[in-house]
């Protein structure tokens, strides 16, 4: 397996379903306790979506956050371990799913916000994604990504291009990092344009502590 490659990043969560549920479940990421679980929370409820679909959804947790808040919710992830502990937490509609998938069309249904959280580190499932992602948004939609600020990530030189992955900050129980696809700012602009969204806002959530960017929310909608 090509260990710079949108599989290796499948396979590494495969293996690391379980640990990343207790970390997320239990706190242990501080910038998402301080910042960056509030900032996806606030950016997609500004839009008061009636319907959300979580891309990645991972085990669940921004669906039960935003259930008292909106009527329909649907998860989807490529790992089924996460989407089976989705499944038993309750509270949305929760599917086996891969961004493949999603890119042919899959899902047959329309949103009024669309939601990527720390979910689009590969290359070619991102740009299947974001080709597919107006035909998901009802009128009035919105895509919204959250991810890693470009500015902040240390990456040098500045160019898009396939990183070594990291669990430094958590425990032993993680193993086998995935990969993940350094897209500059400029780039992650033009994935919106290109594909027929306009950027409506960009937020860049300030950590508490460091006082600079956490993330950066990217929101867009048909041009």
């Known amino acids: 397996m090509n260990p710079y490659s949108d599989e290796k990043i499948v396979d590494s969560w495969h293996k690391n379903a379980a640990p990343w549920t207790h970390a997320v479940r239990d706190g242990y990421i501080e910038s998402r306790k301080l910042v960056t679980d509030e ?14 679909l979580d891309i990645g959804c991972g085990e669940g947790w921004l669906v ?6 909106v009527q329909r919710l649907v998860g ?13 937490a309750g509270q949305g509609d929760f599917h086996v799913l891969t961004y493949e998938a999603i890119a042919a069309h899959a899902i047959d249904e329309t949103f009024d916000a669309v939601v990527c959280n720390f979910s689009l580190l590969g290359q070619a499932s991102v740009d299947g994604l974001f ?15 959250q991810t890693l600020h470009p500015a902040m990530s240390a990456i040098s030189p500045y160019l898009d ?3 070594e992955g990291s669990w430094a900050g958590f425990d032993d129980n993680f193993t086998d990092p995935a990969p993940w696809y350094f897209r500059t700012l400029g780039s992650w602009m033009k994935l919106f344009s290109n594909n027929g969204l306009q ?3 960009i937020r860049e959530p300030i950590h508490p502590k460091t006082q ?8 867009g909608a048909h041009r």
């Open 39 to 52: 900032a996806i929370q606030q950016a997609v409820l500004s839009r008061s979506p009636n319907t959300v």
């Open 64 to 69: 039960r956050e935003l259930a008292p808040y």
């Open 76 to 88: 989807v992830d490529a790992i089924p371990a996460l989407v089976e502990r989705a499944q038993a």
């Open 131 to 145: 080709s597919v992602a107006p035909t998901l948004l009802k009128p009035g939609g919105v895509f919204i990504v």
């Open 161 to 163: 291009g396939w990183h």
């Open 199 to 201: 950027l409506l806002d």
């Open 212 to 219: 600079k960017p956490a993330s950066i929310i990217f929101i």
